[in-house]
């Protein structure tokens, strides 16, 4: 088959057509996730958390970890003038940390059970897993921020995660093969 080469780079080079901003939300839902709460300390030692689903790993050797945070949270500067942060990964019985750190309360740590980190990085107690980062790198990410990651220290439990997708929490259950099938 002949490519008319021409054509196919002005057809790629085409306006796209406006995304719907809702339409655009319940898609990305459609991409399920774990739940994290990411903290951090500022430099007179006050705790910041939010709760966070953009996480992902991206780097074995080194390794590197991202997230990006919304450039209006009330948290940012923080964030973004912190050496380190915390990557606390939610087990599945910590909906109530989950929802109480998407609010914007300034105590939001208040009654939940904490431990120190590096320097003194506030880990919360209970969670799936944890890694400890230095603040690699930033990233502007159009009205949110990247934060890359570089792990300093891991921890993992045998606690299942919290799952978030299409707007609601979920829980995982093993998807069992039927073996009586013949197609597997
Ligand atoms: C499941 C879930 C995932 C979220 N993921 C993010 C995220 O990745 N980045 C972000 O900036 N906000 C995210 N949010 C919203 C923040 O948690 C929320 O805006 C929080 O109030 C910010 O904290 P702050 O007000 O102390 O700055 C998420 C909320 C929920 C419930």
Same mark, same amino acid.
């Given at each position: 088959?002949?490519?008319?080469?021409?054509?196919?780079?002005?057809?790629?080079?085409?306006?796209?057509?406006?995304?719907?901003?809702?339409?655009?939300?319940?898609?990305?839902?459609?991409?399920? /996730?774990?739940?994290?709460?990411?903290?951090?300390? +500022?430099?007179?030692? =006050?705790?910041?958390?939010? /709760?966070? $689903?953009?996480?992902?790993?991206?780097?074995?050797?080194?390794?590197?970890?991202?997230?990006? !945070?919304? #450039?209006?949270?009330?948290?940012?500067?923080?964030?973004? +003038?912190?050496?380190?942060?915390?990557? $606390?990964? #939610?087990?599945?019985? !910590?909906?109530?940390?989950?929802?109480?750190?998407?609010?914007?309360? +300034?105590? =939001?740590?208040?009654?939940?059970?904490?431990?120190?980190?590096?320097?003194? #990085?506030?880990?919360?107690?209970?969670?799936?897993?944890?890694?400890?980062?230095?603040?690699?790198?930033?990233?502007?990410?159009?009205?949110?921020?990247?934060? #890359?990651?570089?792990?300093?220290?891991?921890?993992?439990?045998?606690?299942?995660?919290?799952?978030?997708?299409?707007?609601?929490?979920?829980?995982? !259950?093993?998807?069992?093969?039927?073996? /009586?099938?013949? $197609?597997?």
């Amino acid at each position: 088959m002949k490519t008319d080469l021409a054509a196919t780079a002005r057809a790629l080079n085409a306006p796209a057509p406006a995304i719907d901003p809702h339409s655009l939300r319940k898609v990305l839902g459609s991409f399920v /996730t774990g739940v994290t709460v990411i903290t951090t300390i +500022d430099k007179n030692g =006050k705790a910041y958390g939010l /709760t966070a $689903n953009s996480f992902s790993s991206v780097s074995l050797d080194p390794p590197l970890i991202l997230w990006s !945070q919304s #450039l209006t949270a009330p948290s940012y500067p923080v964030f973004r +003038d912190a050496l380190r942060f915390a990557v $606390n990964i #939610l087990a599945d019985d !910590q909906i109530d940390i989950s929802r109480r750190f998407a609010g914007s309360s +300034d105590d =939001k740590f208040t009654g939940v059970a904490m431990r120190a980190g590096i320097g003194g #990085l506030p880990l919360i107690e209970g969670c799936a897993a944890y890694l400890e980062c230095a603040s690699e790198d930033r990233f502007p990410g159009g009205d949110h921020a990247v934060f #890359l990651g570089r792990v300093e220290k891991i921890e993992h439990s045998n606690r299942s995660s919290l799952i978030f997708g299409g707007g609601k929490y979920l829980t995982a !259950q093993p998807y069992e093969l039927k073996k /009586t099938s013949p $197609n597997i």
